[in-house]
C-alpha cells in the first residue's frame, strides 16, 4: 500500500495473484486426497463425485455401484479412495475404452474396489515397475493395508 513505484506495485500484485493460485492448487490437491465426501457420504459416493470429475471430459462413462452395508473406518475408506482414484484415472486415462464399471463391496472384513473398463487391456506382468508408478503405487498401498488380490491388467 505505501509503494509509489509502478513497477514495484505491479510485481507485488503479479505475486498476489501467484500466491491466490497456488492456494486454490493445494485446496484442490487436498480435495483429491480426501475429499470432505468420504467423511460425509462414504466411499461410494465419494468415488462417484471423483469418477464425474475425472470423466467429464472424455467419452467415458464411469458407473460405480456401492455394496457396502457399512462405511469401514476414516483410515481405510481413505486408503481404499486413494488406491481406486488411480485405477479409475489409468482407466479413463489409458484404456481407449468407453465404460468403466467400480464395484465396490465388502470381502472378508475388507474392503474390495473392481475397475473394470471395455478398452484395450494391458498384462500387468509386462509392465516395467520404473514406468508404472500408478500401478506400483496401488499394489504398495493395498499391501500396507494388510491384503492384495492383486492389481491385475488382462489383454484385451
Known amino acids: 500500500r505505501r509503494l509509489t513505484d509502478s513497477e514495484h506495485v505491479g510485481a507485488v500484485d503479479q505475486l498476489g495473484e501467484t500466491v491466490e493460485q497456488a492456494l486454490s492448487r493445494l485446496r484442490s490437491v487436498l480435495v483429491e486426497l480426501r475429499p470432505r465426501s468420504l467423511e460425509l457420504d462414504g466411499l461410494g459416493q465419494a468415488l462417484r463425485q471423483f469418477a464425474r470429475e475425472g470423466a467429464r471430459d472424455r467419452d467415458v462413462r464411469v458407473d460405480v455401484e456401492d455394496r457396502l452395508g457399512s462405511q469401514p ?17 489409468n482407466a479413463v ?22 475397475v473394470e ?36 491388467g488382462c489383454a484385451a
Open 73 to 89: 473406518d476414516l483410515e481405510v475408506r481413505s486408503l481404499a479412495y486413494r488406491i481406486a482414484q488411480e485405477a479409475i484415472s
Open 117 to 152: 473398463d471395455d478398452g484395450v487391456g494391458f498384462e500387468a506382468e509386462s509392465l516395467d515397475p520404473a514406468t508404472a508408478i500408478g500401478v506400483t503405487s496401488m499394489t504398495e498401498r493395498a499391501e500396507v493395508a494388510g491384503g492384495i488380490d492383486g492389481v491385475a
Open 93 to 114: 486415462s489409458w484404456s481407449r475404452g468407453t465404460r468403466v464399471d467400480v464395484l465396490v463391496e465388502e470381502r472378508d472384513g475388507g474392503v474390495s474396489i473392481r
